[in-house]
């Protein structure tokens, strides 16, 4: 199964600033996807991004606020910009392995103050 | 209507019970079924993938699918204070369609 490292896995950021998050896979895939997960809340998907192609993302959510880069197949980041205490959650990236499931980071832990 | 209905719980059963946790859905197009555990400031760990009505099992786990009822169902046998967490299942349309959650079930296993 694919093993997935996310950076940070924490960070407390002051209200309009920008975190950027990185996500690393150990194996090639052509698809990544970025995730929220609001406290005491399931996840909800924030954007799908393939390598070398815009990202799509889900309603509710915009690119000038959740800008996604994919530069390669192992990798990817997720900027959260001009960040409010609304924005404090858990940010997690996933990969389908086909035929095995989908696999998550360990996540990041972002509080906005 | 949620596509995806899971009972948040809490679910709290003493050590050694047999444990059920059960979604729901409405899109019968989901062909794909995922349950995952997630401990707390943890990322959710995938326990159980299955895509054909019937059965699985893994160990203490046992996941079940009702297509026909559109009915989800991971069972835990001999149940542990290790499993304690919250339980997700998630399912998908297939190729790289994206993956829709239920709420979680927040799971404590008593010594």
């Known amino acids: 199964s694919a093993v997935i490292s996310q950076k940070p896995s924490r960070d407390i950021c002051q209200r309009g600033t920008s975190l950027t998050i990185q996500c690393q896979v150990d194996s090639q895939v052509t698809m990544m996807f970025w995730y929220r997960q609001q406290p005491g809340q399931s996840l909800t998907l924030i954007a799908t991004a393939n390598q070398g192609s815009e990202a799509t993302y889900e309603s509710g959510f915009v690119i000038d606020k959740f800008p996604i880069s994919r530069p390669n197949l192992t990798f990817s980041t997720l900027t959260v910009s001009n960040m409010s205490p609304e924005d404090s959650s858990i940010y997690l990236c996933s990969v389908l392995d086909r035929g095995l499931g989908a696999f998550f980071g360990q996540g990041t832990r972002l509080t906005v103050v | 209507q949620k596509e995806v209905e899971q009972d948040p719980g809490p679910l709290s059963v003493p050590e050694g019970a047999i444990v059920s946790l059960n979604c729901t859905y409405s899109?019968?197009?989901?062909?794909?079924f995922m349950w995952y555990r997630q401990y707390s400031r943890k990322g959710p760990e995938l326990l159980m993938y299955?895509?054909?009505?019937g059965n699985k099992e893994d160990g203490r786990f046992t996941a079940q699918v009702d297509k026909s009822s559109k009915y989800i169902s991971l069972f835990i046998r001999d149940s542990q204070p290790s499993d304690s967490a919250t339980y997700l299942c998630a399912m998908t349309r297939g190729g790289a369609q994206k993956l829709v959650f239920g709420q979680g079930t927040r799971l404590t296993i008593n010594p």
């Open positions: 899109n019968s197009a989901f062909q794909y």
């Open positions: 299955t895509y054909s009505s």
